[in-house]
């Protein structure tokens, strides 16, 4: 804290824009601001910012915006900001700053500067063409003075590697992102300015298969197999003097055939390094056997720039253990089930040929056992150059899901040196934190970390090992929440859900993967609803308003469709259900539930986005769709919905499917069936496991809910535990064989949010988005001494973390300037006599709210006891001691 009198707000920081930082090549014209505020005095809110937008650094050093200066805007607006200058140029870069007044009207000083850059803004500017012939692409040039500024926009149809003079430009990896071709390829802008020199030039492409080429049983590929993938390609150069040169991919171009034997994401690379050709990327090669690139038309969709996180190599984990099963056939142990590949260093005879085959799981034998990846054939294999050195190869065009490498072919004997992991993901940053006194809960944890990251593959597939991997709609929504509380999903969903409207039909459905490969047209609804879900999800987390505006009538549309399957309300069709689950529950009444929900979710966006007249129909369909639901599933007579199943009570209550008269009864059947039906075990398949914990807190069972997740008998996550996971399994059984069972799905990972919002109790405020207001309110489990959760949310740090002796509770929070927080401290069962402190001073005693701790501004007491305390933003050390 700063001497008395220096209090006040500190510069603005971690600025964004579009959720990204600094990003390079954006295509939305008016992009959005957003920054985190600081200040030394509790209970602070940013009451006006000005934001200064120039096109030169310089500018904006003398506190100047030639492209916008907001002026001073009474606004509390801090990550939604929209920008509103002179238009945006194409290529451009743009530099940023901003400054905030306080509650009390004093200013900030200025944020750092930060940039963003417009990529290409209309079609007509992309002057490439798509070319292709071979694996392998060049092109020679001169650059006549020296380069100031450089940028290459790159995609492929396929995946692509860009080369510049002998180097390769940037660290992504598997780029571009997977979309659906017909409808949208996505650009990535490089700065290769530093790759580039006057004088003679050379831009190499070397080109993979990626899912464009991809053979499968899941549906017809983009390309027929055995097509080359295609690439585009536009360098803009500016040279001293102001002169500028294009390069483009066109028939000028020359394609090769490289040391890439062949490539495909399920089934691996084959790479001979006899093959190499140095210098095929560098000026001066003789590319005078390489014939003339083709020119085609292109997958037809339209070019958008790739605003996401990139697949990149994202970490490098050693092996734990090397074994010798068999004579010549060496098993590595990585210690951890992920994506991505091996890294192989190896020295010997030109020509040997080293293969690395990966599994996730291995026989008694320590053989791998290869039999749950079905088709993926999941072998790379390197052949030596054999020059004496030692060679070190890494595949360019695959990934695989693995723990284990079995390595043959080597020349001599590998040591543990010979393999290394390498974790290949969408490289989204890691924003939360949860921990908690019971070990159990903190290696959950790790294995929903895992799970979700190896399945972040710029779309969010299901498994990242068998040939499937697809964005399975179900298993998306059912892990959002938890991942948005563990990562920066933000721009990640951004073009999932446009990945989403881009399958959308005329008719208004949708598919159950996205890119629809594999599944129905429609999907099933349980699957669909990640189009509302997400949406929402993006609205509650990070205060977005333009994803429910952009997508208002995409959502309107597949609710419409939905309706046109329903028109006695019900909506029927299903074809998975509560996949996965103990105990089956009929898929109709998942439809039908997730019908409600996505209506209610439309009438919600509607009433945000001021379309009131929908917003009041769609919440009069939503009622009857209520009480349709009753009336189609509750059987008075045996006083249960449908079956009677977990996930049909708990769907019928979470969803507030159930007439208020009936609530308590329904709950005990609920907690009957777990407690005494099943002896504390979750029944329920993905679908309903994402809200059985949740209800039970919110419905005063929370010591039941903790009972569940921290099981460790079959079916519980702990059960995985207890056989070896490292990451989160597809089926609750314990299976190897060849059937359905991945053991690296996300989708149980639901239990994840649970996590925060429970045991550690970090929440958005009633009706508010964006953590605007916050609800802090752990559940203090019984057997657990301590918890702590933090969550980096677009206002700033949330945290959360409590401990417990007997007769004290301490809670330490913080709550991020320009937010408010209510926090609800529980006290013990019995005790009367509560005292809370913050620091030394009191805040509660005998029964009242004593005013006067700095940042508070409020304290009630509940019925159960509780103590609720409103705040403002800072930084609190409460404790509650009772007797
Ligand atoms: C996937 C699931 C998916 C399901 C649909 C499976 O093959 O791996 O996670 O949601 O199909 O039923």
Redo the contacts with the bound molecule.
């Keep these: 804290m700063l001497a008395l009198g220096a209090d006040g707000p500190l510069p603005p920081k971690n600025l964004r824009c579009e959720y990204l930082s600094n990003p390079l090549g954006i295509d939305v014209r008016q992009p959005r601001l957003a920054w985190v505020l600081e200040h030394t005095a509790r209970g602070q809110k940013q009451t006006a910012y000005q934001i200064l937008v120039a096109t030169r650094p310089e500018t904006l050093t003398q506190d100047k915006g030639d492209q916008w200066d907001s002026g001073r805007v009474a606004s509390d607006n801090s990550t939604q900001v929209p920008y509103n200058g002179k238009p945006l140029q194409s290529s451009t870069t743009y530099y940023w700053k901003v400054h905030t007044w306080d509650k009390d009207g004093n200013a900030s000083p200025y944020s750092r500067a930060a940039q963003f850059e417009m990529g290409l803004l209309s079609a007509e500017e992309w002057k490439a063409q798509w070319i292709a012939g071979g694996n392998l692409l060049r092109k020679e040039f001169p650059v006549a003075a020296k380069v100031v500024r450089a940028r290459a926009y790159v995609t492929a149809l396929g995946y692509y590697e860009l080369r510049l003079n002998g180097q390769k430009v940037g660290s992504n990896v598997l780029d571009p992102a997977w979309t659906t071709y017909e409808k949208r390829s996505l650009y990535t802008t490089y700065d290769v300015t530093a790759y580039l020199q006057s004088g003679p030039n050379a831009v190499g492409m070397m080109l993979g298969n990626g899912w464009a080429n991809q053979t499968w049983d899941w549906g017809d590929p983009v390309k027929p197999a055995g097509q080359s993938p295609e690439l585009l390609v536009q360098l803009e150069i500016d040279m001293e003097g102001g002169r500028h040169v294009q390069i483009v991919s066109d028939k000028s171009w020359k394609a090769g055939k490289g040391p890439i034997a062949s490539d495909s994401i399920y089934n691996g690379e084959t790479y001979d390094a006899r093959l190499e050709m140095p210098g095929w990327d560098a000026p001066g090669f003789n590319d005078s056997s390489w014939k003339a690139a083709e020119v085609l038309k292109g997958p037809g969709g339209v070019l958008s720039a790739e605003m996401m996180p990139p697949i990149r190599v994202v970490d490098t984990i050693p092996p734990v253990l090397v074994s010798n099963p068999q004579p010549g056939v060496y098993v590595y142990d990585l210690g951890q089930n992920f994506a991505g590949w091996a890294q192989l260093r190896v020295k010997g005879p030109r020509g040997t040929a080293v293969k690395m085959h990966f599994a996730e799981l291995l026989y008694d034998s320590g053989m791998l056992n290869r039999e749950n990846i079905r088709g993926a054939k999941a072998t790379d294999t390197y052949t030596l150059r054999g020059d004496g050195e030692l060679e070190v190869f890494e595949p360019h065009f695959t990934y695989h899901g693995f723990r284990y490498v079995e390595l043959t072919g080597f020349p001599g004997t590998p040591g543990l040196d010979t393999l290394r992991g390498r974790v290949v993901h969408s490289a989204v940053e890691s924003v939360g934190n949860f921990a908690a006194s019971k070990p159990l809960l903190n290696q959950i944890q790790r294995l929903i970390r895992w799970g979700y990251l190896s399945n972040l593959h710029s779309v969010p597939t299901?498994?990242p090992q068998?040939d499937?991997r697809?964005g399975?709609?179900?298993?998306a929504q059912a892990t959002a929440e938890t991942a948005m509380l563990n990562f920066d999903m933000a721009a990640f969903f951004t073009n999932f859900i446009r990945d989403i409207r881009d399958v959308q039909g005329p008719d208004g459905s949708v598919t159950?993967?996205v890119p629809h490969k594999?599944?129905s047209r429609p999907a099933?609804p349980a699957?669909g609803t990640a189009y509302p879900l997400l949406c929402w999800y993006m609205y509650e987390q990070y205060g977005d308003v333009r994803i429910l505006d952009e997508h208002y009538d995409g959502l309107k549309k597949y609710v419409e469709f939905l309706r046109s399957k329903a028109p006695d309300n019900v909506l029927r069709y299903s074809?998975?259900g509560d996949?996965?689950a103990v105990e089956h529950t009929p898929g109709e009444l998942v439809s039908d539930a997730y019908y409600y929900k996505d209506v209610q979710i439309l009438a919600k966006a509607a009433a945000i986005l001021g379309k009131s007249a929908d917003a009041q129909a769609y919440s009069q369909l939503a009622a009857q769709i209520k009480d349709a639901f009753h009336r189609e599933f509750y059987d008075a007579k045996r006083g249960v919905y449908a079956n009677g199943t977990q996930t049909a009570h708990t769907l019928a209550l979470f969803f507030g499917l159930v007439p208020d008269d009936q609530l308590g009864q329904v709950l005990g059947r609920l907690t009957n069936d777990i407690v005494y039906g099943h002896d504390t075990h979750i029944t329920t398949g993905?679908i309903g496991v994402k809200y059985l914990l949740p209800l039970l807190t919110r419905t005063g069972s929370s010591d039941l809910a903790y009972e569940l997740a921290t099981q460790t008998t079959y079916p519980s996550w702990g059960y995985m535990i207890a056989n070896g996971a490292t990451t989160l399994w597809?089926l609750w059984q314990n299976k190897t064989g060849p059937s359905?069972n991945?053991h690296n799905?996300h989708?149980f990972g639901s239990v994840g949010a649970w996590f925060y919002q429970a045991l550690a109790g970090i929440n958005l405020g009633a009706d508010s988005a964006g953590y605007g207001k916050i609800r802090i309110e752990p559940q203090i489990a019984r057997d657990l001494t301590w918890a702590s959760g933090t969550v980096e949310t677009v206002r700033g740090t949330v945290s959360s973390a409590w401990s417990h002796s007997p007769g004290v509770l301490s809670l330490d929070v913080t709550i991020p300037v320009n937010s408010q927080a209510r926090i609800v401290i529980p006290k013990e069962e019995e005790a009367t006599e509560l005292v809370v402190r913050e620091g030394e001073q009191i805040v509660w005693e005998k029964g009242k709210y004593v005013p006067g701790v700095p940042g508070v501004t409020g304290a009630s007491q509940e019925r159960n006891g509780n103590i609720v305390l409103e705040v403002g933003s800072g930084r609190y050390s409460f404790k509650l001691t009772m007797r």
């Design positions: 299901d498994c068998r499937e697809m399975w709609m179900g298993d159950d993967t594999g599944g099933d699957w074809y998975y996949w996965v993905f597809e359905m991945s799905h989708m």
